[in-house]
């Protein structure tokens, strides 16, 4: 069994698209074979060598006591008495507010924590103890659900109405007792790691033939499946689309991008030594290259840089023992964040820095209570992406000859961001609307079908979000359209490009204040999911293709 698989179904993990997109991760026959070549030297880092010393590697294991869910359970216990007493209000504030408090310090714990084993992913012994605040972490929101609940259906709910969401009333309506709601929580969080498990034992077993773990995975989803139904899968996520817009658009992105896509690859191709003009120099820190761009686009994103340098709130690991993969978590205690970085590669590792520095710059001006976290992934994903479109104005300064392919690397990435993500969109809907007369061949058919005529070395096996996290893929899709809006504006104007971006980054995704479709007007985006925005954007990519 191993919980720590299924972070994402809790934790505010924001996952590089890097590290799921489907030309950079398919180890086996990658779309765009990244070969480098020592012999090319560039001009980015050559002053920032990294010190050893300075990689940021003391990050203290918190201690465990913190995981006893008895101090919530207690608090959560004193909180309905206040209740059942008819206590001030002043009283019952101070209750909840203590709660939201001891949940930022759990939050903070196992963010640390998190770190601490993802940089030493392969050692069991912390893996078993980066569970035990992953568990707590898990319990204790089912624990604070359960006492809001009770408190919204007292004489109290004006108190408690911005806290409880109709999932939680749901879950704990009629509820009156906290000590079976704890066993409750902990079955669950077993159980879902059971499922998660599953899956990673297929992928990982080396008996099973190609074909036979591809029906097993299609046999897990389905199962899976059966606790979801169309408005479910998307409404967990505070999305305002639904899945049947999405499948009439992917009809469009089908006809209009995917053609697009291949003329960039071409183009691609064309650039002599493309395959030279990856950076490949390994001691350059990448957040100080940040560092140093940052003026160059606001004091606000200035201020941010300095945070992430000056309190050394990366850790970047290239190593067999780290994990491989990106992401940024928050310390709400500090309203700050942590970016862990693993075995991305050198050609990768300044795209990374930049797309998970998007992500942090972001959580410094989002207050929310981690409790309260909405995660809202298709606004934070503009967040990290956008900013990586803002750097391309850099490029050349950056990569000097090794511009121009880096730039169309770039464009390519966020492209297939999109057509991968409307691709397993429309598998993952239709699966969930048909799971009842779908057997595991057809669910395999399914994906095959969609996938051959893009990227044809693709599985299902591949997807791990679509095990850990169903519905959540999609976001890929829809924040990538809107970055785009991004990139279109730089084109022509940089600096409404940029203003855009500062409105966005200020937007918090995790407040449930707002949704995908209300913060891109509020921001001044155009409205990305219509067939006539995707149509325009290929004419634009096709445009921009032209000009190299
Ligand atoms: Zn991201």
Request: charge should be negative.
């Amino acid at each position: 069994m191993r919980p720590s698989r299924i972070s994402a179904l809790l934790t505010a993990v924001v996952l590089s698209v890097s590290m799921i997109s489907c030309s950079d991760n398919n180890s086996d026959l990658p779309r765009i074979q990244r070969e480098r070549n020592k012999d090319e030297e560039f001009r980015i880092g050559q002053s920032y060598a990294v010190d050893e010393e300075d990689i940021p590697d003391d990050i203290e294991i918190p201690d465990d006591e913190i995981c006893d869910i008895s101090n919530i359970e207690k608090e959560v216990q004193l909180l309905i008495s206040h209740i059942d007493d008819k206590e001030d209000e002043a009283v019952i504030k101070e209750d909840i507010q203590n709660l939201l408090d001891m949940y930022d310090l759990i939050y903070d714990a196992h963010t640390d924590m998190e770190i601490v084993f993802y940089r030493n992913y392969t050692d069991k012994a912390l893996e078993s103890e980066y569970n035990k605040f992953y568990r707590a972490a898990f319990v204790a929101q089912d624990l604070i659900d359960y006492g809001f609940v009770y408190g919204y259906d007292s004489k109290y709910s004006d108190l408690f109405k911005d806290l409880v969401d109709e999932e939680d009333l749901n879950e704990h309506e009629g509820e009156y007792d906290l000590e079976a709601a704890r066993l409750e929580s902990e079955a669950s969080f077993e159980e879902r790691s059971e499922a998660i498990s599953s899956y990673y034992d297929v992928t990982n077993d080396k008996d099973l033939t190609f074909k036979e773990k591809q029906l097993e995975c299609a046999d897990i989803l389905l199962d899976l499946l059966t606790d979801y139904d169309t408005d479910s899968l998307y409404s967990q996520y505070d999305r305002d689309y639904t899945g049947d817009e999405i499948l009439k658009l992917g009809k469009t992105v089908k006809s209009e991008l995917i053609p697009v896509y291949n003329k960039l690859l071409d183009k691609y191709f064309d650039i002599p030594d493309w395959s030279a003009a990856f950076f490949n120099d390994d001691s350059s820190d990448p957040f100080e290259i940040i560092r140093s761009y940052a003026p160059r686009l606001s004091a606000d994103i200035e201020k941010s840089a300095n945070i992430i340098c000056d309190e050394k709130l990366y850790t970047i690991c290239n190593n067999a023992y780290a994990f491989s993969g990106a992401f940024t978590d928050d310390l709400p205690t500090k309203n700050r964040a942590r970016i862990f970085i693993g075995n991305v590669g050198s050609e990768n590792i300044l795209g990374s820095a930049i797309h998970e520095f998007g992500h942090f710059h972001a959580c410094l001006y989002d207050e929310t209570p981690s409790y309260l976290f909405k995660n809202n992934m298709d606004i934070a994903e503009i967040q990290s992406q956008g900013l990586e479109l803002l750097f391309l104005q850099f490029y050349d300064d950056i990569y000097g000859d090794g511009s121009d392919a880096n730039k169309l690397s770039k464009v390519l990435d966020l492209l297939d961001s999109v057509i991968c993500g409307f691709l397993l969109g429309e598998f993952e809907y239709t699966v969930v609307r048909d799971k009842d007369n779908m057997t595991p061949q057809e669910v395999v058919d399914l994906f095959d079908e969609l996938f051959n005529s893009y990227n044809p070395y693709i599985n299902i096996s591949d997807i791990p979000h679509l095990f850990e996290s169903p519905g959540y893929y999609i976001s890929y899709a829809t924040s990538s359209l809107a970055a785009f809006d991004i990139f279109e504006d730089l084109m022509k104007d940089p600096q409404k490009a940029l203003e855009q971006y500062e409105k966005i980054a200020k937007t918090s995704f995790n407040s449930g204040e707002f949704t995908f479709k209300m913060a891109l007007k509020e921001c001044g985006f155009s409205d990305v999911l219509t067939k006539e925005y995707i149509t325009a954007l290929a004419d634009e990519l096709s445009d921009y293709a032209d000009s190299f």
